[in-house]
C-alpha cells in the first residue's frame, strides 16, 4: 500500500471510529414528535402577547450589540490610528465580531464602575448606553451597514453548502428561542442571575459574603444586569450570551475564510471551509445548550477567538516585524477574556506561547530578540492589566482581594473554604484515570455527558479529535492552511497543557467547561483538517466527500436532538402563552419551584439559611434567603470547634428566622471523603431544629423555624 493510500485509510478509520464510540455513550432518540405531542392550539391574543414579551426580550440585545460594535469599532479603529472601520486583511466577519466584543466588554466595565459609585439603576445604565451610542454615532452606524451587508451575503451561500448552512441558521434559531424561556439551568440560578438580581435590588454592586461567585469578575453578569433593568425581566439576559456565541463563530468562520479562501465574505465561501467548520463546532451538544442559558462561557469562547484573529495578522508571513498596535489589541481581549472568568490564565499562556515563536523573528542576535520578547509581553500585560483593573478595582474595594478568592484570601474566605472549593487532590491523577489524562480530548469526546460527574459536558465528536487528521492531510496542504494550522496548534497545545494540568490535580479541573478558551484553535485546526482531506490526490476515495457524508449524518442527529429538546423544554408552548412562568419554572427546577413559592408565605422580612442547597434564585422578594454555596454551613463551624448548640446560636445570631434542610443535597454530600465525620452528625442539628414546618410531597425539601 502506497503512503497516499495508507494515510487516506487512517483518516477513513478515524471517521469511522469516532462517531461510532461517540453515539455508544451518546445514543441517539430519532422521535421527535413525541417531545411535541402535548403542544396545542394556541390562544391567538395570548400568543400574541408572549410573542410581545419575547421581543421586549430581545430589543435590550438589539440595542446593546449595536451600541458595543460601534462602541468597538471606535476603540479598534482607534488603537490601529486609521480613523476607519476597514482593518486590513480582515473579513468583514472577524471586523464586527472583534468590534462586537470588545465593545460589549468595555460597555460592562463601565456599568460596573457606575454600579460601585451606587448607581446600579435603568436611568443610569440606559442614560449610560444612550451617551455611548451618541459619542459613537457615526462608527455604530458604520458597524450596522456591515451587518446588514453580511447578512445579505447569505443569499449567496453555493448550492453544495445549503444544506450545512440551514444546519448553522435553525441550530442558532433554535438555542435563540431557547434563550427566552426563564431561567432554570444550573449555574444560572445559583449565581450568574443573583449578582444582577441584588445589585439591581440595591442599587448597587455590593460584597456579598454569602455567595464567593458574586466576588469574581463579571464581565457578562453585569450586562445581564443592564439587560435586565430595562423592562424588569429576566428572561432578557440569555440573548445576551446567545450574541457572545454569534460573535465567536463569525470570529471562527472569518478566520477559516481569510486563509483558505481569497472571498471577503465568509459566507460565500468555496470549497466551504468555513461553513463547514462553524456546522461541526455547533455539533458539541453542550456548547448549542449553552446559547440558550445565561452564563458566560460562550463569552470566552468570543473573546478566545478574538485573540486568534488579531495573532493571525500580527504574525502574517508578510510582515516583517510585529505591529505593536496589534499587541495592544491582544491585551484588550485578554484583559476583557480575565474579566469574565480566571481560568482564561490559559489563554494567556498561550498568549506567551505564540510571542515565542513570532516576536523578534527578524532580529539577528538572541539579547535582540529577547528585548523584544520581553517588551511586547510587557505590553500584553500591561494593556491586559488596564482593562481588567475595574474588576480588580470591584475584587479589592469589596472582597480585600483584587483576585478573589485566590492567591489573598478576602471576605468569608479561608482555607477549608479554598479546599472545599478546588476540589484539589481529586484530578485524575489521584484517583487512577492516567489514561483520560493522557487522551484527555478522545476521553472528554467519548466520556463527557452534559450534568454528569468528571467532565460533565458533551463537547460533540468532531472539534476535539478532527485536527489528528492534520496528521493525514499535511503534506497536500497549501502554504496559507499551513500558516493557518500552526498559528492554531500555537493556541491549543498550551490551552491543552493547561487543562491538563487543571484535571490532573483538581476535581473540578477535569470540566470540560473551564477549557473552553481552546475551543476556537479546536475548531479552527478541524476545519483545516477536514479542508485538507480534499487536497489528498486520490481518484478511488474521494475522502473528503466521505467525511463531509459522515459529519452531515452527525449534523442530522444534531439538529433532531436540538429539536427535541425544544419539545422537551416547552419553548413554543412558553412562547404561545399554553404555560406560565410557574409552570416553566416547574418543568425546569421541579419541587425547588415549589419550594420558592412556600417560602414566599413567610412573614416578609424573614431570612432563611439553606443547608446543603446553593440555589438561590427566584427566591421570593419579601424574604431574604441565605445559600450554601460550598455545602459548609455545617461542616465549617464543626471544624471551627463549635457544638451544635453553637452552630444554630450563630445562625440566629446573623438574623436567621428560619432553616431550610436539603435533604436530596446532604444525600449527595454525605459521602465526600472529605468531611466523612461532620456530614455524619448532620442527623444531630436536624434534630435539635424539631419537627418541620412544612415539607415537600417528596421529601427533598425540610423548612424549620429556628428554636428561640
Not at 424 to 441: C, D, E, F, V
Request: with cysteine; charged share 10%.
Amino acid at each position: 500500500m502506497n503512503p497516499t493510500n495508507r494515510r487516506m485509510l487512517i483518516a477513513l478509520l478515524l471517521l469511522i471510529f469516532v462517531p461510532l464510540s461517540y453515539y455508544g455513550t451518546h445514543p441517539v432518540d430519532l422521535d421527535v414528535l413525541q417531545a411535541f405531542s402535548q403542544l396545542l392550539l394556541p390562544d391567538l391574543p395570548l400568543a400574541l402577547g408572549n410573542l410581545a414579551n419575547a421581543l421586549l426580550d430581545l430589543l435590550p440585545l438589539v440595542i446593546l450589540a449595536g451600541v458595543g460594535g460601534g462602541l468597538g469599532r471606535v476603540i479598534i479603529s482607534w488603537i490601529l490610528n486609521r480613523g476607519q472601520s476597514e482593518h486590513s486583511d480582515w473579513t468583514r466577519a472577524e471586523r464586527l465580531a472583534l468590534e462586537g466584543m470588545v465593545g460589549l466588554g468595555l460597555l460592562s466595565s463601565l456599568a460596573l464602575l457606575v454600579g460601585l459609585s451606587g448607581q446600579f439603576n435603568r436611568v443610569t445604565l440606559w442614560g449610560g448606553v444612550a451617551l455611548v451610542a451618541v459619542l459613537s454615532g457615526h462608527s455604530l452606524l458604520s458597524w450596522l451597514r456591515d451587518a446588514a451587508a453580511l447578512l445579505r451575503t447569505i443569499r449567496y451561500t453555493e448550492k453544495s453548502t445549503l444544506l450545512v448552512a440551514i444546519f448553522v441558521v435553525l441550530m442558532l434559531a433554535l438555542a435563540l428561542i431557547h434563550a427566552l424561556i426563564p431561567p432554570v439551568a444550573f449555574d444560572a440560578v445559583n449565581y450568574h442571575l443573583v449578582g444582577p438580581a441584588r445589585y439591581l435590588g440595591a442599587g448597587a454592586v455590593q460584597a456579598h459574603a454569602d455567595n464567593h461567585f458574586l466576588g469574581f469578575p463579571q464581565g457578562v453578569e453585569i450586562l445581564y444586569g443592564v439587560a435586565i433593568s430595562l423592562f424588569g425581566r429576566d428572561t432578557a439576559a440569555a440573548p445576551l450570551h446567545w450574541w457572545f456565541g454569534v460573535l465567536a463563530l463569525l470570529a471562527i468562520g472569518g478566520l477559516i475564510n481569510r486563509y483558505l479562501h481569497t472571498s471577503t465574505a465568509w459566507w460565500t465561501v468555496s470549497p466551504s471551509a468555513a461553513w463547514w467548520t462553524v456546522a461541526l463546532t455547533m455539533t458539541a451538544w453542550s456548547l448549542w445548550l449553552l446559547f440558550g442559558w445565561p452564563y458566560v462561557d460562550l463569552a470566552i469562547v468570543a473573546y478566545s477567538a478574538g485573540v486568534l484573529i488579531v495573532a493571525a495578522r500580527a504574525s502574517s508571513q508578510e510582515r516583517s516585524a510585529i505591529d505593536y498596535r496589534l499587541l495592544a489589541i491582544l491585551g484588550l481581549l485578554l484583559g476583557l477574556a480575565v474579566g469574565v472568568k480566571y481560568t482564561t490564565a490559559g489563554l494567556a499562556l498561550a498568549l506567551g506561547v505564540w510571542l515565542l515563536f513570532n516576536v523578534g523573528r527578524s532580529e539577528t542576535t538572541w539579547t535582540q530578540r529577547l528585548r523584544r520578547w520581553l517588551y511586547a509581553g510587557l505590553l500584553i500585560g500591561g494593556v491586559a492589566a488596564l482593562t481588567f483593573l475595574p474588576w480588580a478595582l470591584k475584587g479589592a474595594l469589596l472582597y480585600q482581594n483584587p483576585v478573589y478568592p485566590f492567591l489573598f484570601g478576602g471576605l468569608n474566605w479561608d482555607s477549608l473554604r479554598s479546599t472545599t472549593f478546588s476540589t484539589a487532590g481529586q484530578g485524575l491523577l489521584s484517583t487512577g484515570n492516567l489514561g483520560q489524562l493522557i487522551a484527555l480530548p478522545l476521553a472528554a469526546t467519548i466520556q463527557g455527558i452534559e450534568k454528569t460527574e468528571g467532565f460533565g459536558f458533551t463537547i460533540g465528536p468532531w472539534v476535539l479529535v478532527l485536527p489528528l487528521l492534520l496528521l493525514v492531510s499535511w503534506n497536500w496542504l497549501d502554504s496559507r492552511a499551513k500558516a493557518l494550522a500552526r498559528l492554531g496548534l500555537t493556541f491549543a497545545l498550551p490551552a491543552l497543557l493547561f487543562w491538563m494540568g487543571m484535571a490532573a490535580t483538581s476535581g473540578i479541573g477535569v470540566q470540560t467547561r473551564l477549557a473552553l478558551f481552546g475551543l476556537p484553535a479546536a475548531a479552527v485546526l478541524s476545519g483545516v483538517a477536514l479542508y485538507g482531506l480534499g487536497r489528498i490526490p486520490s481518484k478511488r476515495l474521494p475522502i473528503q466527500g466521505i467525511a463531509h457524508g459522515i459529519i452531515g449524518l452527525t449534523l442530522v442527529f444534531t439538529l433532531l436532538g436540538a429539536l427535541q429538546e425544544t419539545g422537551r423544554d416547552a419553548v413554543l408552548p412558553w412562547l404561545t402563552g399554553q404555560l406560565d412562568r410557574d409552570a416553566m419554572l416547574d418543568r425546569g427546577l421541579g419541587v425547588y419551584a415549589a419550594m420558592q413559592r412556600e417560602l414566599a408565605t413567610l412573614p416578609a422580612g424573614s431570612q432563611v439559611r439553606f443547608l446543603y442547597e446553593s440555589k438561590s434564585y427566584h427566591c421570593p422578594a419579601t424574604i431574604t434567603c441565605v445559600p450554601d454555596i460550598l455545602f459548609d454551613y455545617w461542616v465549617r463551624p464543626l471544624r471551627q470547634g463549635l457544638t451544635t448548640e453553637a452552630v444554630i446560636e450563630s445562625w440566629r445570631a446573623a438574623g436567621d428566622d428560619y432553616v431550610l434542610v436539603f435533604q436530596v443535597g446532604y444525600d449527595f454530600w454525605k459521602t465526600d471523603p472529605r468531611f466523612l465525620t461532620e456530614n455524619a452528625r448532620f442527623p444531630e442539628v436536624v434534630q435539635e431544629l424539631g419537627t418541620p414546618l412544612w415539607s415537600d410531597p417528596v421529601g427533598a425539601y425540610q423548612l424549620y423555624r429556628l428554636p428561640a
